[in-house]
């Protein structure tokens, strides 16, 4: 009886890098050309990198040459005699000294800080009030969408700001309504006491960019949790206050901290608004602080001292963003792994 012959020898395999292995002798350990994984050659990589920062050079070079290149030239006028015609003249810390001890300066703080407060909630309970109605189901939603988002694509416009400036003066519509319900007429923009007034009404009008914002977070929001709610008997008040409120959160951070950051920023409206014999209304009354920095810089040509005060414009801004972080730990509400 003769035996079954033995079987042919097994070829060796080969354990590639990636713990997989292949019959030895294979090219690339068994991987056939041009599989994925294939390892790129190192003149192929640095092509395709010199390709994206050919592409990406118009960005870097305008970063470096419109942004990083004036934010540190004013780094170091802050800290000079500079009048825009002469030499840059080093005087250490005497800029930020006459800042803090000018009292218009304060004043531009005051009104700038009073403005922050009062204007970017009235926009924002503005806009996030007309969201909610937006967000019902009813005829003719994107017309009025279109309608209350206009005025944020042409309130910051000078065109606006002058029409703003005619609507609020003596005898025009505001006072002419303001008569009619018997009360003190005269106009604000020729009250240093009341033309913030007419600055927060156009800032509130231009609530059209944060409402976009809101409804889209609204629109995220499961129905199942208001059927809910309402099957449990919770008033319309409970069920904004516990639901919508919570499932909105991060977008509503979002649009605290950029509007925030847009009513520091302000200067435009405030300084054609108030622009009457004197720049930035009478006796100071819309003397925000980026009017007061222009001042300094193009009218009285300080730009020493105006880049010192833009210096503090971005320490002031940089703090008021690092407490809105911090507090959003105690009221928004993400998601699971979403945060």
Known sequence: MTSAPNPAPRPERATRQDGETAPAGSPSGGRPSGAPGRTVRPHRARRENLAG??????WIAGFLLLTAGPMVASLYFAFTDYNLFDAPKWIGLDNFTEMFGDARWRTSVEITGWYVVIGTPLKLAAALGVALLLNQSRRGQGFYRAAFYAPSLIGASVSIAIVWRAIFSD????????QAFGLEAGGWIGDPDRIIYALVALTVWQFGAPMVIFLAGLKQVPRELYEAAQVDGASPWRRFWH???????????????????HSFQIFGSAYIIGSQGNACGPA?????YTCYLYIQGFEN????LASAMAWMLLLAVGLVTAVLFWSQRRWVHYEEGAR
């Open 243 to 261: 639901i919508t409120l919570p499932m909105i959160s991060p977008v509503l951070f979002f649009n605290v901290l950029l509007e925030t950051i």
């Open 301 to 304: 040509s300080r730009m020493g």
């Open 284 to 288: 100071d009354g819309t003397l925000v």
């Open 171 to 178: 005898g025009a519509a505001v006072d002419r309504a303001q």
């Open 53 to 58: 920062y050919l592409f990406m050079s118009p």
